[in-house]
Every structure is written in C-alpha cells, then in structure tokens.
C-alpha cells in the first residue's frame, strides 16, 4: 500500500497581500491586483499584476532584518518571505527535499548585461534559496512552462512515496519581466485590458507575479491546522504545437483522467474545478473540450488570472493553495470578469461568491510545448 501525501501547510506572497490570511480576505472581498502597469519603457502601459516593490522591501527587512537588502532580487525576496513562515514550523532534516518551480527564474538579470550573470542559472537560485534556509539535500528544480507549479505538487508527492524522500517544501515564483512581456506580445496574446477567462469578449492574457509555498509530507502531525490528501496526479505532452494547445483538448484530457483514475474519484464526486483560464481564445476553448470529455461541465469552475493574471511557474501552486483556502472556508470564489458564455461546449463558472461543502477539487494547468497537468486533492 502507497503512503498517503498530505499538503498541511502552505503560503503566498502575491499583489494582494504577502500571507495567505491577507490574499483570502482581498479574494472574498473581490479586490483584484491587475492594473496598468508601465514595464517597457518605450511600450504603453499593460495590464498586469505587479508587486509594490517598496512594500516588498518593507517586508523583506521587517521580517529579515539581519540580511543586507541588496543581496537579494525581487524575485528572491518574493520566494524567501513566502517560505519563511513554512520553515519555522517544521524541520528541516536530511530527508527533507526542497523543490523549486519556477519558468524565467531571475531572467530580469539579463537585462543591459554583456555577459550571462550567474544568478540567472535556475540551479544558482535554487541553492541560494534553499542555503538560505539551510535545506540538506540537493534542490529540483521543475521548469516545465505553465504547468510547472502542478507539476511541483506531484513530483513531491511521488518522490516521497518513492520513499526518496520523508516530506518536501516547493516553492514556485516568477516575476514580471520585460522579457516576458515582450514575448507574450509578440504572440499578440496580451489582454487590452482586465482578462476575462470563459467570457464572449476576451481578448487575452494579463501576466502577473507571485510567490508560493507549501510544506507536502506522508506523516502529518496531529496539531496541524488543515489538511489536504494529495490523491492522484499526472502530466500528459500532447506534443501539438511550441506555443499553441491542442483544438481537442487530448493532453489534458488525459491528464485530468489519469489524475483522476489514480484518485479513484468519479466526475459527480469532484466539488470545485481550479481551471487554467488564461483568457486566451484557444486555451479557454480547448479547457471546455477536455472538461466536457471527462463529463465535468457541471461542475462549479473558476479562473484564478482575473486576480492575480497569469503568474507562469508559480500560478499552479499559487491557484492550488487558493482552492485549498476556499475549501477550509466552504466558499467558491467567482472566476473575475466573466460575463457571457465564449466557448462552444457547456462550463459551469462561478459568478459570485458562494456557500459550498468542497471536499473534491481538481486542479488543472496547460503551458506552452503542448504540456498538461492535472492533481485531485482531498480535504481531510
């Protein structure tokens, strides 16, 4: 028999607030941190969700005071303040893995310079991150585009199973970038205003920033304060296209039913769907294929982009814990900026906030390299 896998602690540090009891009360109030931001200084504004810098400095040196603010990037202070809540709780111990998702890493370091600076590798900020914090192992390192922070949640639980490891800490966070920006424009994928996931007039994406963080183990204690069973996981490469998701939904749908064949949980049994929800026409289109096959259009569904936009490596992890808060709060959240039905098959999106018994939720994530992701969590 396989050990069980818990997530029994988690963190965020995001627009709307640097702790998950500040996010939770901005999300239930409806608040919103998309807004136009200027980041390519011969470009119009976007809009984006962007982390106050000074306020991120503030609470950097609030809560480590002893650290030269200059040693770190902005990046590297989102993911430490977003972990650091998580490591004072529990041990830290030569079986513990330490496993960061991140997409672009520090990619702002590049920006005006003549030669690649070593804080740019993924393995340097993984070990500077886990040094830090003074982790025994060696750092993993998921970077598998959008889907990197689902992808976090089951490689823990899968190694601890494994038997490689007794509990695990990911972490996931990636930042707004002019390199980024500029990518995702030359797509013509950038929203001219507030993403609306699902909705009839999207247009596309916001991108966003974040931080996340949660402690996943197969020996939870008795005193903890939540509890979610990570029950089943998959990962599926529909191979179709660099950047453009398959029109049949065949690699997520794939993903949510191996996810949920493992889980050994029906579609009637599944309470609240975590979607990817870009806001984009043919990942919101092919999203509703792929539920639609899996039997799952009932099911109340939300977007998390509308609030904090498209946070790349860190959204799964990041949009994983919010439908774990919502859980622990029995409240369905509404997917923000819907308005009228845009795709061609039946989803049920959430308008408004709602009372809701949530045990069951499906977490999904799609990215670009044809890459799905599906885990089914369980609250305990």
């Not at 920006?111 to 003074?134: H, M, R």
């Not at 992808?151 to 390199?179: C, H, P, R, T």
């Not at 529909?238 to 049949?248: F, K, L, Q, V, Y």
């Not at 259009?297 to 977007?303: D, G, R």
């Amino acid at each position: 028999m396989r050990k069980e896998i818990y997530i029994t602690d988690y963190n965020c540090v995001t627009p709307l607030g640097f702790n998950i009891d500040s996010n939770w009360k901005a999300l239930s109030e409806g608040q919103s941190g998309v807004a136009l931001h200027k980041i390519i200084d011969n470009q119009d504004a976007f809009y984006a969700s962007m982390i106050d810098s000074d306020k991120l400095n503030e609470e950097f040196n609030r809560i480590f005071s002893r650290n030269n603010n200059n040693d770190f990037t902005r990046l590297e202070k989102m993911l430490l303040i977003s972990l650091q809540p998580l490591v004072e709780k529990h041990v830290i111990s030569e079986d513990t893995a330490f496993i960061l998702s991140t997409t672009k890493g520090n990619i702002s370091l590049l920006k005006n310079q003549s030669e690649l600076p070593e804080g740019v590798y993924l393995s340097k900020l993984a070990e500077k991150t886990a040094d830090f914090f003074g982790f025994k192992t060696k750092p993993i390192i998921i970077s598998n585009a959008c889907v990197s922070g689902v992808m976090a949640i089951s490689v823990a639980k899968n190694m601890i199973q494994a038997g490689k490891y007794k509990d695990a800490f990911v972490i996931a966070g990636d930042e707004l970038s002019e390199f980024v920006i500029s990518g995702f424009n030359s797509f013509q994928a950038i929203g001219s205003g507030a993403c609306r996931p699902y909705d009839k007039n999207r247009d596309g994406i916001n991108i966003g920033e974040a931080a996340a963080a949660a402690y996943i183990t197969s020996e939870p204690s008795e005193n903890e304060k939540l509890r979610f069973k990570v029950l089943g996981d998959s990962s599926v490469n529909d191979a179709n296209h660099i950047s453009g998701p398959s029109r049949t939904g065949d690699g997520l749908y794939a993903s949510i039913r191996n996810a949920m064949n493992e889980a050994n949980v029906s579609p009637e049994q599944i309470d609240f769907i975590s979607a990817h929800g870009t806001a984009t026409l043919y990942n919101d289109e092919m999203e509703a294929i792929a539920f639609n096959r899996m039997d799952l259009q009932n099911i109340p569904l939300n977007s998390m982009k509308g609030y904090y936009g498209h946070c790349l490596g860190a959204s799964g992890l990041l949009e994983s814990i919010i439908s774990m808060e919502s859980a622990l709060h029995g409240t369905l959240l509404p997917s923000k900026n819907f308005e009228e039905m845009g795709v061609t098959q039946p989803l049920n999106i959430i308008r408004e906030n709602q009372p809701s018994e949530i045990k069951y939720i499906l977490k999904t994530a799609s990215g670009f390299g044809g890459c799905n992701a599906a885990v089914v969590l369980e609250k305990c």
